[in-house]
């Protein structure tokens, strides 16, 4: 088998797995909504659990019997909600000023006071 072959295996396999995320994530939002519930509170792992038990034990292939599996499955994933999430906002804490010329070495006095500078002109006035 081909290097190609292996990348293609590969590739389908993980086109599948994220079929099938796609898919449960569409029932968790349909089971939320029959439950009045976001999404967030439902849970990835019972419905995962629900789905394969559901396609192990299919019970016939006539659409009125999976149409009851797919209720049954989207009620039992409505039951048992996850807790409300608490808030993930935090408040940000406000950064002193760092000045943009360098900091002070060890030992360095907290300020320096600059003195101004003085400039004295001596200039003679002459009359020409």
Known sequence: MGVEAVAGR???EVYA???VHHAIRDLLAEAARLHDSTSERTSF??????VRRTVS??????????RK???LGLTEMGHGLLPRRRSRDCPR?????IPGY???APGEPASQQRL???????HRWHNH
Not at 45 to 50: D, E, G, I, K, M
Not at 57 to 66: D, E, F, I, T, V
Request: hydrophobic share 30%; glycine share 8%.
């Open 93 to 97: 804490k406000i950064r002193s000023c």
């Open 116 to 122: 101004p500078i003085g400039i004295t002109l001596n």
């Open 57 to 66: 034990s299919s019970s016939g292939l006539s659409p009125s019997a999976r």
């Open 10 to 12: 590969v590739r389908q």
């Open 45 to 50: 792992t019972r419905a995962l659990h629900v």
């Open 17 to 19: 797995h994220l079929i």
């Open 69 to 71: 599996d797919r209720r």
């Open 102 to 104: 360098g900091s002070k």
